[in-house]
């Protein structure tokens, strides 16, 4: 399979996914662990592909996306942004409503 076809499917079958260095529970970069506490504080499960053990991905999804940087949050197959939009609206209340929607869906 094709990467982008593979991001693409990862992306349409999960509501909530997060393209991170690492993964939530061992993040590989400071950026990645606060987008990925910020989402699980929203307390409904998600998705994550670590960009380290995929390098294809880490390659082709900044092109995709149009987005240069890693952590990518998509919700409901869009670019949310990365970790310091994820965290403002984590902090504005904004991210847990739309996360909570995504997954009930």
Request: aromatic share 8%; net charge negative; charged share 20%.
């Amino acid at each position: 399979m094709e990467v982008l076809d593979t991001i693409k499917q990862q992306i349409g079958e999960n509501p909530v996914i997060l393209y991170m260095k690492g993964s939530p529970s061992a993040p590989q970069c400071g950026f990645s662990m606060r987008a990925s506490q910020a989402i699980m504080a929203c307390g409904q499960r998600f998705a994550f592909v670590d960009v380290l053990t995929n390098p294809d991905i880490r390659s082709e999804l900044p092109k995709f996306a149009n987005w240069p940087t890693f952590p990518q949050l998509w919700v409901k197959g869009e670019l949310i942004g990365g970790c310091d939009i994820i965290t403002e609206m984590h902090e504005k209340g904004e991210l847990k409503p739309l996360i909570d929607a995504a997954v009930q869906s």
